[in-house]
C-alpha cells in the first residue's frame, strides 16, 4: 500500500453497508464463508473490520457500520491471510495483508480475520482500504467496498485488500 497524505477529514462516518449473498454463488474448494462487518467508534474515529462482535464493546461506544462481505475462515487457492492491525497513532484500527502490520502491531493471540480473494472471482467485489488524518495528526482506516471510500471528505483510497464474496 502506498503513502497517502490525505487532508484533515471531516467528522463524517462511512455510512452503514448491507450485503446481500447471491444465492447461486459458486464457491472455490476449501471456502469456509465467514461474514466480515464493519465496527465504528465515533468519539476516535475508529474503524475496526472484524467477524465478531467484542464482548462490552458497545459500552466503550463502538457501534455496528455493517456488513462487508463475505471472507473465508480457512486458506483456499489464491487467498491470503488478512490481519487486524493497530497502526502507529492512538485508535488507528487497520486491515492488512502483512502480519507485521506496516510498523504497526497485532497482539500476539490475534491471528488472522480470515483469508481473502487475491483474484477476482465471480461473485466478488474488491475490498479496498480507506485512510485519512483526524484531528490533523492522527491516521485513521477504514475499509470500504467502494472505490472512492463512500465519497467521505478527505478521505483517500489507499489501495485494494483483496476481493471478497457478496
Known sequence: MS????QDAQSESPPATTVHMEATLSLPPGVMLREILRLHRPS???FATLWFWPQNWEEIGW???GSLGF??????ENSAPIYWCWGITNWDMFS???PNCEGGYRTPDNG??????????PG???LYRCVFKWNGTQWRHFDS????????????NDGTLGYVFL
Open 96 to 98: 492488512y495483508l502483512d
Open 124 to 126: 466478488t467485489t474488491p
Open 145 to 156: 467496498l467502494q472505490a472512492n471510500c463512500e465519497g467521505v471528505p478527505a478521505v483517500t
Open 63 to 65: 457501534k455496528m457500520g
Open 112 to 121: 488472522p480475520v480470515g483469508f481473502i480473494s487475491t483474484v477476482q472471482l
Open 3 to 6: 503513502e497517502v497524505h490525505a
Open 44 to 46: 476516535s474515529q475508529t
Open 71 to 76: 471472507i473465508s475462515a480457512a486458506p483456499f
